[in-house]
Structure formats: C-alpha cells, structure tokens
C-alpha cells in the first residue's frame, strides 16, 4: 500500500518517519558517551573462587588482613647476627660468632641471638629476635671446635642489611585493590597472599548480539552471489568478551520490520544490553533506524559526528541499552569499542571505563578532510623515544581486513586541510591480545 492509499493519519505517520530518517541532528562522541553512561546500571554481584576470578571486577575493595611480610624476612643465605659484634671486624682482624641455630625457609627461629652469637639463615627465612642484620655467606668463614660452629668475618656490616622489615610491603589495613579493579595475574597474587580464597566479583553483563540483512550467511554457510557471511556478530562477541561480557549470539534476521522488532523486543527482555550491526542507515530496508525511531524505544541519537559509524544509533527501553551499529565491519567495530566497551566496564564499575589516550606523532601524510571527527585504524611504534602513530593505508569504513592489523585509533578532528607527517595526535589503544 503507499502513502497516498493509507489512511490521513497513516500516511502523516509514514512522513514524519521519512523526516526523521532523512534529517538527523548529529551530536559528537563524547555527548553520546555521556548520554549513555547516564543510563547505566551497575550488575548484580556474586562470589567466585579465587582461581576463577581472573578477567572478573571487583565488587568490593579488598583490605590488608595484615601486614606483609608479617615478620622479619632473611633477603639471602647467610648468617643472622648483631651488627655491633663487628664493629672491630678489619682484613687484619677476623671476628669469630659462635653458630647457636639453623633456620631453614619456613621454620621458626629455635633460639634468639644475644652478643657473640650468629644463626645460619637462608633466603626467606624468619630473623631471629636479637639480630639485626643478615651477612651474606660469600663475606664469611667457617671452622668446628670441639664440636662447636663458628662463623668469620673480617669487615663490618651495618644494621638492618639484607631484612625485609615486617610490613614494608603492605601494613595491616591498607588497601590491597580497589572495587571496581580488574582482576589478572598480579591481583590473584596479591589476594593470594592475603588467603582471599573467594572474591565478591560483578557478574558479567549478559549482551545479546544480533545482526540484520537479507544478504547475511552464517558463518558455515558456501558463499554466494551477492551474499556475505555475517562476521560483524563474531567480532562483537569477542569484544564484549574482552570488556568483561558474556556475549549471546541471536543470528542475523533478514530485513523485515517485523521480524527485526521481535529480535529487538525479545532481546531486550532477556538480556542486559543488546548489541545490533546494520540496518541504521537510510535506505529503505534499513529496518533498526525506522524501529529506533517507531517510539517503541526511547532514542538517545541516531547519528554521531565521528566517521566512520556516523549513523550509530542508541537507545533505551525499561532501562536497558541499546546500541544499533553501523553493518560496516570498520564502523562497527569502532561503535563498539568507543561506546559499547565503556557500557559493559561501567555496568561492573571499573576503574578504567574508556580507552587509554596517548599523544603521538602522525606516522605519515594523511590527506581527508571532514567536518566530523574520524576514528582511523593504525598502530603505534616508539622510534627514538617519540610515539608514532602510522594510520591504516585501508581505513574505509567497509573495509575489514586491516582492523586485524591496528593497536590504536587516531584522532583526526574536524579539519579543511590534510595533516602532515609530524603533526601531534591523540590515539586511542587497542587492548591487543
């Protein structure tokens, strides 16, 4: 049916549809970052097991059951004695302690050290109370009498060499990490050191993935004319597993109204976030631009001045986050990482939400001009100790392969003329796996 057959009120609907469609207000990255974050909602929480935690954030801050080390640590094999004994110590002069204890790594001192005395220690060992200094074994001689020990040293040594205090690490009640910190292999070492066996950790935000076009296959799927496989689902995936997500792959629905908003609805009553790829633009089967706009959701933008991704979308029902990407693997790829990445680690509260930001140098020419922000693809080396950031020779939004390629994303602002080699940059790091 068209729009002349429809009913008056059909047809002034179908209109403002067109307008909306047609006539979009851009707002830049960092307001739509903002819109969003607004809308967040922090995960609920569970407990896991300390070996399970890895990649996990943390729900609450952690604190020092005590002090580390929590006592008086050997820094080395050697002898464990008084420093003043060897004040006359000289190379003409060999002062003689008696040996009075053997103190193995994980034993506790037999015997405490008064003047005159020494005990044997190795690395890591517990200093015997009275002792004030670990010589190393290389600085000293042996000899028995009369079935009795005895140690020399011909130099002096001052106090409190090779001891770890108790506490020069950490002291009781210190913070160990901060809720919100992700947990990798130096966290696990400290809250294992500390006996924190189990973790009050965020659960992992649990994100649909779902892609729209006739023309996608899966994965398994022969190619065909005019067909292509639908990679954009996978690379979502693996992004928001590698912000802290557990994505949920829902296929790729053709481009039907209809079926498009039941994917959408189920989605968004099933899961915590909902990620889409294609259907944002203007053309007439781009169904998730007319669904974002149909009031059934309440729209936050539907265009971005940043390229690629322009036509990026979000949204929010009951709550919950939408975000419809661009079905351009480059755009998709850079909506993800600028809005829905930061979305995920905000939901868990961490610590570090956005990509890191450096300063760099423009590694070559580059020659577009935009009124938009672009976000190029590129990788970063340090040469001479300056950081260079070499933009991708393939950065057209359709283009997927050099996303394999790339560690960073370069600021290039809004600009009427080409910038040189040379010119100062922000990059954007890639978390590189």
């Not at 991704?309 to 693997?329: Q, Y």
Request: overall charge negative.
């Amino acid at each position: 049916m068209t729009a002349h057959n429809q009913p008056e009120s059909q047809a002034a609907s179908a209109a403002e549809q067109d307008r909306g469609k047609f006539h979009r207000r851009p707002i830049t990255p960092a307001e739509a970052q903002k819109r969003i974050a607004g809308y967040v909602r922090p995960s609920d929480t569970e407990q896991v097991r300390l070996e399970e935690a890895g990649g996990r954030f943390l729900a609450e801050t952690v604190t020092a059951p005590h002090p580390y080390p929590h006592f008086r640590r050997s820094g080395m094999d050697g002898y464990a004695m008084i420093a003043a004994d060897l004040l006359e110590a000289s190379s003409d002069h060999m002062i003689w302690l008696e040996v009075v204890d053997n103190i193995p790594c994980g034993y506790t001192p037999s015997v405490s050290i008064q003047s005159g005395k020494a005990s044997r220690i190795m690395t890591g060992a517990m200093v015997p109370d009275g002792a004030d200094v670990v010589v190393m074994l290389e600085m000293t001689e042996t000899k028995m009498e009369q079935g009795r020990t005895w140690v020399g040293l011909k130099r002096q040594v001052e106090a409190g060499r090779n001891i770890t205090p108790i506490g020069l690490e950490v002291k009781e009640g210190d913070m160990l990490l901060q809720q919100g910190a992700c947990i990798g292999a130096g966290e696990i070492s400290v809250l294992a050191t500390f006996g924190v066996h189990t973790v009050t950790v965020y659960r992992r935000p649990q994100v649909a993935v779902f892609s729209t076009g006739t023309e996608l296959l899966s994965v398994e799927e022969p190619i065909e004319p005019g067909k292509i496989r639908n990679s954009n689902s996978l690379m979502l995936a693996e992004q928001i597993r590698a912000a802290g997500g557990e994505p949920h792959l829902l296929g790729a629905v053709e481009d039907d109204l209809e079926l498009a908003r039941t994917m959408m609805m189920n989605a968004l009553a099933q899961y915590d976030l909902v990620v889409s790829s294609g259907g944002v633009s203007v053309g007439d089967y781009d169904v998730m631009g007319d669904l974002v706009r149909s009031g059934e959701v309440e729209m936050l933008f539907n265009k971005i001045s940043m390229r690629p991704g322009s036509v990026t979308t979000g949204a929010v029902k009951d709550g919950k986050l939408l975000f419809a990407l661009s079905g351009n693997p480059g755009a998709c790829f850079v909506g993800c990482e600028l809005l829905v990445r930061p979305t995920i680690r905000q939901m868990m509260n961490s610590t570090r939400d956005y990509l890191p930001e450096w300063t760099a140098e423009l590694g070559r020419d580059y020659s577009k001009i935009n009124s938009f922000t672009r976000f190029v693809r590129g990788h970063v080396d340090v040469e001479n100790g300056r950081v260079i950031a070499y933009p991708a020779l393939l950065d057209e939004s359709n283009v997927m392969v050099t996303i394999k390629d790339s560690d960073c994303l370069i600021v290039i602002p809004p600009t009427t003329e080409p910038m040189p080699a040379g010119t100062p940059v922000s990059v954007l790091k890639l978390a590189v796996q």
